[in-house]
């Protein structure tokens, strides 16, 4: 597992280290703007990125978007629990998941393997505010089912992995739910994520939600 750790103060990169490499998860570089992050993210290919979002230059969620874009590594967004326009930002660029600053070392290093493996990774402080806030921002005119770009062309079986995905299930969740393994279950959503044209998890569960088929 390579993280590349990318926060604008010292103090914070270091703990991150510390509590990364006292869980045998190797660090192999530091960024203290988005710049760096992009480039570090060229030249290492970390599995993930832990990314603060507030950055002096480039912000985090520029370097996400360019992280993604370029598929480099996926993105683990650092954050404080008073959520911020940022974050969602960063939701809309492509962040995997999202972490408490204040996270305990094991929290820390479930949601990096969860993020390496393909699946979301979300504070549980964090969770309902961000889908709730975020869906607020999305909000259209009020309907009984709101219109949702691209769900008409889910098969049922699609439609099934975009409630699981609503409900904060995990790939393995997923599959064990559909009967189905692991890894066809994470093809199942690399799939739904196309067809919608969003590029995260996080998305995919903020229109289930807008469609009615997850609370």
Do not use: C, W
Request: no cysteine; proline share 3%; hydrophobic share 50%.
């Amino acid at each position: 597992m390579r993280v590349l750790i990318a926060d604008d103060h010292a103090a914070i990169r270091a703990g991150l280290r510390l509590l990364l490499e006292a869980h045998d998860i190797e660090v192999v570089g530091e960024a203290a703007d988005g710049a760096a992050a992009i480039g570090n993210a060229r030249a290492l290919r970390p599995d993930v990125v832990l990314m603060d979002v507030r950055m002096p230059g480039t912000d985090g969620i520029a370097a996400t978007r360019a992280i993604i874009a370029e598929s480099l590594s996926q993105v683990l967004v650092l954050t404080t629990f008073d959520l911020h326009e940022y974050v969602f930002g960063a939701v809309r660029a492509g962040a995997a998941g999202f972490l408490l600053k204040s996270t305990t070392g094991p929290a820390l290093q479930a949601a990096v393997q969860a993020v390496a493996r393909g699946d979301g990774a979300l504070s549980p402080e964090v969770t309902r505010r961000l889908l709730d806030r975020f869906a607020e921002t999305r909000e259209e005119a009020p309907t009984a089912t709101p219109a949702v770009p691209g769900i008409e062309q889910l098969t049922a079986r699609e439609r099934e992995v975009l409630t699981a995905l609503g409900e904060g299930l995990s790939n393995v969740g997923i599959g064990q739910r559909m009967h189905i393994s692991g890894s066809t279950a994470k093809t199942h959503v690399s799939r739904v994520l196309a067809k919608l044209g969003v590029t995260s998890r996080m998305e995919a569960a903020v229109l289930a939600r807008r469609a009615g088929l997850a609370d």
